[in-house]
């Protein structure tokens, strides 16, 4: 290749891994679903909060709103690296954990 690649997706289905360079590792919105509020009963209208999609990750600002049932659509400010589906994402209002799920595509 020449330069560095990073894995974009696998597709098992089709047993293919999608690679590609730094700039398309970056995604401003994701998908999660698994959801679990805890400082709320349920989401109704939109919401502003921090979203941590790693452990390390220092949270990022992002609007979430519930698309169906269990599934929230999360847009960030600012595009982050790495998004990954499968991995968790914790959302936060302040220091209080508002939920979290599992992150299911970008």
Do not use: W
Request: charged share 25%.
């Amino acid at each position: 290749m020449g330069h560095p690649v990073f894995v974009l997706a696998i597709r098992p289905e089709t047993n293919e891994v999608v690679i590609g360079n730094s700039d398309e590792v970056y995604s401003n919105k994701l998908y999660a679903d698994n959801l679990n509020f805890m400082s709320i009963e349920d989401l109704a209208d939109e919401m502003e909060v921090i979203a941590k999609i790693r452990y390390s990750h220092k949270g990022s600002n992002c609007t979430i709103r519930k698309i169906d049932e269990n599934k929230v659509e999360c847009i960030f400010e600012e595009p982050q690296r790495a998004v990954t589906p499968g991995q968790a994402v914790v959302f936060y209002d302040g220091d209080y954990v508002v939920g979290g799920g599992t992150i299911v595509r970008t």
